[in-house]
């Protein structure tokens, strides 16, 4: 198992220490090991041995168990789950039973990446006039890495010879889809769409859209004395609306959470990930009982202990002059290494444990009991930046009891819970349901979204307007007499 020695002392990390474990906290076990393998090979100062020990504790251990300390129970209490290190090895063992398990129907093992114009085109399809879809096709391929209009809406309307306003009704479509406010043609646009959006079903500063409209520069460079004047409040009540507009709008819609992976880092390189390794595992310690403490192992990629090699620091002592430098360098990124990947396990065990303890009942019994959370929120309670969290949910999946493999940025789906509880209402319905009707039944589970929501989470999972689908009753009759006439 990949050990690193323990460093427990609360300093400041350096610019370089942090910077090191940022880039390995963003990447998947597999990403890792394919890390560190590169620095075996290019860095004499570091070594791996062949000896199992825990991660975390350090302990000698034998046989391909994990370690007897760290992932026994800490606390009675259910709700509490068991986390710790574990190796590849260790963990592909303990896995191995679970994968012969046969899935549940309807499910799926692993994740579908999509790029933004498809995410967005999916949304949009059932409310797009099929003449209006080259239009689409134009703007969705013309959006900056930002999710903003490359190309103003007078060159579309140009060359496809239609009025402006059509073109302008295709963008308001677009731009109410997930993430809202993509294909707006400015930062300043995207955010008072976005406020649009959020005063369906929130409370919002009523200076909020004169602030974006008219202060936007105010805004951009934090000059709130001017804020202030301009919308006649005070420095500390204009510094409360940015505060609003900061925390719940973002003037670059594609950088926003949308989907199960991050639009700019799909341009620069697609992400064909099947997620067939997960990076966490999580079980239950007694899988004959309900109410049984959660196990989550965290995999590390490589079998051994990682270490500084000892010979090599002893040789630095007699290095030639012309290796002296060298060789120092080797051993501070060596050194560097091993306490930032040390970081890293540290970071992404107090993530798990936090999520394991707020998303029990998703894990155990599926998408409708998702408990929406942030990763700022996270990031507040964990005391850590909110980059820190997206870091650590970036590109990692996580393997649930019942075998299926998600991208752990699901945990994170504010809206997975409602889209669960639309399709179990259209499930069963007898006869098509409006949105309108879809809203008021969403109420009485006290989802209040606006009707406008409904049908694009309606449109997310692939499901039809209530003109275009069916009555269930008719199915259960066709399908009843096809089974007598069988």
């Known amino acids: 198992m990949l050990t690193q020695r323990q460093f427990h002392e609360h300093r400041p990390l350096t610019t370089a220490h942090l910077a090191q474990t940022m880039t390995l906290l963003s990447l998947s076990a597999i990403e890792l090991r394919q890390k560190i393998e590169s620095a075996l090979a290019s860095n004499p100062a570091l070594e791996l041995l062949e000896e199992r020990r825990c991660p975390t504790c350090l302990r000698r251990l034998s046989g391909n168990a994990p370690c007897p300390v760290c992932s026994r129970p800490q606390t009675i209490a259910v709700d509490q789950p068991i986390v710790f290190v574990s190796s590849r090895e260790d963990f592909q063992t303990h896995t191995s039973t679970r994968e012969t398990e046969t899935p549940e129907v309807g499910v799926p093992i692993a994740a579908n990446p999509d790029d933004l114009p498809g995410f967005v085109l999916r949304q949009i399809a059932p409310e797009l006039d099929p003449a209006d879809r080259p239009l689409a096709a134009h703007i969705l391929t013309s959006l900056s890495e930002d999710g903003l209009l490359g190309v103003p809406m007078a060159e579309i309307a140009r060359y496809h010879h239609v009025p402006l306003d059509r073109v302008q009704n295709v963008i308001s479509l677009i731009q109410h889809a997930e993430p809202v406010g993509v294909a707006s043609p400015s930062p300043q646009e995207a955010l008072l769409v976005q406020l649009e959006v959020l005063a369906e079903n929130h409370s919002v500063p009523p200076l909020a859209y004169k602030?974006?409209?008219?202060?936007?520069?105010?805004?951009?460079?934090?000059?709130?004395?001017?804020?202030?004047?301009?919308?006649?409040?005070?420095?500390?009540?204009?510094?409360?609306?940015?505060?609003?507009?900061?925390?719940?709008?973002?003037?670059?819609?594609?950088?926003?959470?949308?989907?199960?992976?991050?639009?700019?880092?799909?341009?620069?390189?697609?992400?064909?990930?099947?997620y067939s390794y997960p990076d966490v595992v999580i079980s239950?310690?007694?899988?004959?009982?309900?109410?049984?403490?959660?196990?989550?192992?965290?995999?590390?990629?490589?079998?051994?202990?990682?270490?500084?090699?000892?010979?090599?620091?002893?040789?630095?002592?007699?290095?030639?002059?012309?290796?002296?430098?060298?060789?120092?360098?080797?051993?501070?990124?060596?050194?560097?290494?091993?306490?930032?990947?040390?970081?890293?396990?540290?970071?992404?065990?107090?993530?798990?444990?936090?999520?394991?303890?707020?998303?029990?009942?998703?894990?155990?019994?599926?998408?409708?009991?998702?408990?929406?959370?942030?990763?700022?929120?996270?990031?507040?309670?964990?005391?850590?930046?909110?980059?820190?969290?997206?870091?650590?949910?970036?590109?990692?999946?996580?393997?649930?009891?019942?075998?299926?493999?998600?991208?752990?940025?699901?945990?994170?789906?504010?809206?997975?819970?409602?889209?669960?509880?639309?399709?179990?209402?259209?499930?069963?319905?007898?006869?098509?349901?409006?949105?309108?009707?879809?809203?008021?039944?969403?109420?009485?589970?006290?989802?209040?979204?606006?009707?406008?929501?409904?049908?694009?989470?309606?449109?997310?999972?692939?499901?039809?307007?209530?003109?275009l689908r069916k009555p269930n009753h008719n199915r259960r009759n066709r399908t009843h007499k096809t089974s007598q006439t069988l």
């Open 211 to 274: 602030a974006i409209r008219e202060g936007m520069d105010f805004l951009s460079r934090h000059r709130y004395n001017e804020l202030g004047s301009l919308l006649g409040i005070s420095t500390a009540q204009a510094r409360e609306i940015a505060r609003f507009i900061t925390k719940n709008l973002n003037p670059f819609p594609a950088r926003a959470h949308w989907g199960d992976i991050n639009y700019t880092s799909q341009k620069a390189e697609p992400n064909t990930q099947a």
């Open 284 to 467: 239950k310690l007694n899988s004959e009982t309900e109410e049984s403490p959660l196990v989550v192992e965290v995999a590390i990629p490589l079998s051994g202990t990682l270490r500084i090699n000892p010979l090599f620091r002893e040789a630095i002592r007699q290095a030639p002059p012309d290796k002296t430098e060298q060789w120092k360098s080797d051993l501070e990124q060596a050194t560097l290494l091993v306490k930032c990947l040390q970081q890293r396990n540290h970071t992404i065990v107090r993530l798990m444990r936090r999520l394991t303890v707020m998303q029990r009942q998703f894990i155990l019994h599926g998408d409708a009991y998702l408990q929406p959370v942030t990763r700022a929120a996270l990031s507040k309670e964990l005391e850590v930046h909110e980059s820190t969290i997206s870091r650590a949910v970036s590109t990692k999946s996580v393997q649930l009891p019942n075998g299926h493999i998600i991208p752990l940025a699901n945990f994170f789906d504010r809206s997975l819970h409602i889209r669960t509880a639309i399709k179990e209402i259209i499930e069963k319905e007898k006869e098509p349901l409006s949105d309108t009707q879809i809203c008021k039944l969403l109420e009485k589970r006290d989802y209040f979204v606006a009707r406008r929501t409904v049908a694009k989470y309606r449109s997310m999972e692939g499901i039809l307007p209530a003109h």
